[in-house]
């Protein structure tokens, strides 16, 4: 049996669908902090929180749990520069008491839920896992620390990892199962959809005066079901035996700008999508674009929906389902 924890997430929810298509047991662990009842798609459901050592330790002896997929966490770049001891508790402190039951029962198997954050703004594009982890916000900080900790883990107790460092995560599940649903939203994609639907009025364009071609930062948006099998790949390799501590970027390798989101939007949606000109947010790179290549050489990790048109339509269908009047 798999456990994952923050499974009624966004990524979490997308990920327990592929393992249970995989053939996989999976136990769910979330706190609804931010996750959803409704999204949990497992029979085997234990609310509770990872700073709550002994219960953590009660999941490992109810069920026979071979790997650890671990998404956990909180994950907001601007909240986490407000209120950093939040982060370093609830990211940090919370996987060191997964990593502390897990060794206790002998589990040492772990995927974890990484973030290209941890590169920070490299001068080279596209990014590479070699590149150096220079977090410029403490959200980045949290994942490269839990990093470094599954680096020693594995030297000391041959506790075998692999770090999955996710580009922008976007899209929903293609039947409809699940998607985004963040409270508060701040994500690009999500908005603007947002803004189709009529429940905002406009979208708010962050900067446009960085050195790109239509002056508004470039991402690189991946379908969240391609970021779900990939953790799939990822863990069977565990399970076979792979032993290591390792890292893997998974991003489309393609770069898009804020205004070619918005416009795309509009075609997807054939719905009118106002934007008005705003301020640089704090701590936004120019541009963000991933290699993929370790991932697809690695693991096999191919891309089913690579064409942004589809990371929309796909969004853009949950959230009329999900949002829509
Ligand atoms: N962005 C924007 N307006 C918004 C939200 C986001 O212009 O209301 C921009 C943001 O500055 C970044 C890109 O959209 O350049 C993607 O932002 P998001 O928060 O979705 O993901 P991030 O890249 O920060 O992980």
Redesign the pocket.
């Known amino acids: 049996m798999i456990l994952v924890t923050g499974g009624a997430g966004y990524i979490g929810s997308h990920t327990v669908l592929a393992l249970k298509e995989a053939g996989h047991e999976v136990v769910i662990l979330d706190n609804l902090s931010r996750g959803h009842r409704d999204l949990v798609f497992s029979d085997h459901f234990e609310e509770g929180d990872l700073q709550n050592f002994p219960y953590l330790d009660s999941v490992f002896s109810k069920y026979p749990i071979q790997a650890v997929v671990h998404f956990a966490a909180s994950s907001l770049?601007g909240e986490s520069m407000k209120d950093p001891e939040s982060y370093y508790y609830n990211n940090i402190c919370g996987t060191l008491n997964l990593l502390r039951a897990m060794r206790k029962k002998g589990v040492i198997k772990l995927v974890f839920s990484s973030t290209?954050?941890v590169y920070g703004e490299p001068a080279v594009i596209p990014i590479m896992e070699n590149y150096p982890l220079e977090p410029t916000n403490v959200y980045g900080e949290t994942k490269v620390a839990i990093e470094n900790m599954l680096s020693r883990y594995y030297s000391a107790y041959g506790f075998s990892s692999i770090s999955f460092r996710y580009f922008?995560a976007a899209g929903a599940d293609p039947d409809g199962r699940t998607g985004e649903d963040h409270t508060p939203e701040?994500?690009?994609?999500a908005?603007v959809l947002d803004v189709a639907l009529g429940k905002r009025k406009n979208?708010?364009?962050?900067?446009n005066d960085y050195p790109t071609e239509d002056g508004?930062?470039i991402?690189d948006y991946i379908h969240v079901s391609d970021l779900a099998r990939a953790h799939v790949l990822g863990l069977d390799k565990l399970l076979s035996g792979l032993e290591g501590k390792f890292a893997f970027n998974l991003g489309n390798g393609h770069g898009y700008s804020?205004l070619d989101?918005v416009e795309k939007a509009r075609e997807v949606t054939g719905r009118y999508i106002p934007s008005l000109e705003?301020e640089?947010?704090e701590g936004?790179p120019p541009i963000?674009v991933a290699s993929s290549e370790k991932a697809e050489s690695v693991l096999g990790w191919q891309r089913r929906y690579p064409d942004i048109r589809d990371i929309i339509s796909t969004a853009w269908n949950w959230h009329l389902k999900r949002f829509g009047s």
């Open positions: 770049v290209a954050a922008n701040t994500h690009l994609i908005l979208i708010t364009v962050f900067g508004t930062c991402r804020v989101i705003g640089r947010r936004d963000l």
